[in-house]
Nanobody
Framework: QVHLVESGGGLVQAGDSLRLSCVAS????????MGWFRQAPGKEREFVAA????????SYANSVKGRFTISRDNAKNTVYLQMDNLKPEDTAVYYC???????????????????WGQGTQVTVSS
């Protein structure tokens, strides 16, 4: 059974940093592309960042480019999202997701992802 478990969310002030982690089990982690998405209250889920299975290619939403960094440690079955200079508009539930299409570029489309975590809340106060 596949499990993706996010952690690291919390309540911070604008300008602060957080690092989210997502630990995967039940899949051959190194064979999956991984992504982070977020959903704010009353809004649709949106793409944040994605990384290829090898870590050699990444993709970011324009709204987080230059502030967020996605990385992965295949030996630990873990993908990270380092979030710096957080803004109130970053407030959302953050989800990690796994894409079994290992050979395509990192996907921005949530429909391409096969497994999802339960999410972790990030709240940024002004």
């Amino acid at each position: 059974q596949v499990h993706l478990v996010e952690s690291g969310g919390g309540l911070v002030q604008a300008g602060d940093s957080l690092r989210l982690s997502c630990v995967a089990s039940g899949i051959i982690f190194g064979a999956y592309g991984m992504g982070w998405f977020r959903q704010a209250p009353g809004k649709e889920r949106e793409f944040v960042a994605a990384i290829k299975w090898s870590g050699s290619s990444t993709s970011y939403a324009n709204s987080v480019k230059g502030r967020f960094t996605i990385s992965r440690d295949n030996a630990k079955n873990t993908v990270y999202l380092q979030m710096d200079n957080l803004k109130p508009e970053d407030t959302a539930v953050y989800y990690c997701a796994a894409d079994m299409d290992a050979y395509s570029p990192p996907s921005r489309n949530s429909r391409n992802y096969d497994y999802w975590g339960q999410g972790t809340q990030v709240t940024v106060s002004s």
